[in-house]
């Protein structure tokens, strides 16, 4: 997770070296986040196949029922 920011730490350039811990906190904590959003992208796919197929039970479900 936290490979971004060591590899930047590890170049010896940029803001990582040149601000103090704050911004090195600021840092992970951004990489946390952004690893969130990945977590989030997968678990939205997940729900829109799930309510696909509870959409197809439904649509099958109607047109098998006599009115």
């Known amino acids: 997770v936290f490979a971004p920011v060591l590899?930047?730490?590890?170049e010896?350039?940029?803001r990582l070296r040149?601000?103090?811990?704050?911004?090195?906190?600021y840092a992970l904590i951004d990489v946390?986040?952004?690893?969130?959003?990945e977590v989030l992208e997968v678990l939205g796919?997940?729900?829109e196949d799930i309510e696909d197929l509870i959409d197809s039970h439904n649509v099958l479900a109607v047109?098998?029922?006599?009115?």
């Open 7 to 10: 590899s930047r730490l590890k």
């Open 12 to 14: 010896k350039t940029g």
């Open 18 to 25: 040149n601000r103090k811990g704050d911004y090195l906190f």
């Open 32 to 37: 946390v986040i952004d690893g969130y959003f």
């Open 45 to 47: 796919d997940k729900q």
């Open 63 to 67: 047109s098998g029922s006599r009115f």
